[in-house]
């Protein structure tokens, strides 16, 4: 008999075996195992609530899920009106205005002609003596800033009732110490200044102003009196 001849195997491509699965379909297989399992699967609330709180144990930096539920907004009061007020700003001050709403002008009596200001001799010097007090420092300080706004003619005066120790007789030296300060610690021009012993108003000229003629004669008062340019020119 003759020898059986041997078969030829064939040439094939050199690869995996058919057996073997690849990275890729490994990978799809476990993304479809997964998508399965949620899909078909819950958790019962408590463990869901321990998983929730091991979370926030394990991870502090993530907020909590009510507290981004929260508006970022904050709510806002509903503002009501109040009923109007009968008194206080929004009355008008004055009853009675002109015709198109303008409110009237209040305007100092005979300020052109009435130029006198009086002050009690104890708010300017110490005791019954000639010394100025502090106090009577600075309303001077005060009233030489006014005058040297308004320059002009100025009698300085000192008066009032006498008593026992006197004082009738400060009226001079009185009104020199307040002229002296006027001019030398204010610097005020000696020129504008006069003296004098007696009250320079007289009774007629104040007897419209009955409080203060009755102060004046109750007192003894500093006066400063601005004279208008028609006496002095």
Known sequence: MGRASKQVESDEAAGAPEWMVTFSDCMTLLLTFF?????????????????????LKSLPAVN???????????PTEQIEATALLDLGSEKPTL?????????????????????????PS??????????????????????????????GRIVISENGPGDNEGSEHFGLPRAWAVLEYLTTKQKLDKKWFSISAASTISKESSGSDEPARKSQEAERTVEIVLLERSIYN
Do not use: C, H, Y
């Open 35 to 55: 998508v399965l399992l949620l899909s078909f699967s819950s958790f019962d609330e408590k463990v869901f609530q321990r998983l929730k709180m091991i979370f």
């Open 64 to 74: 909590r899920p009510d507290e981004k539920n929260k508006d970022a907004f904050l």
């Open 95 to 119: 009853a009675k205005g002109s015709r198109d709403g303008l409110k009237e002008e209040t305007e100092p009596v005979n300020f052109q002609n009435r130029k006198v200001f009086l002050v």
């Open 122 to 151: 104890k708010r300017i010097f110490w005791g019954k003596g000639t010394i100025i007090s502090s106090e009577g420092r600075g309303i001077m300080a005060v009233m030489a800033s006014f005058l040297k706004e308004l320059p």
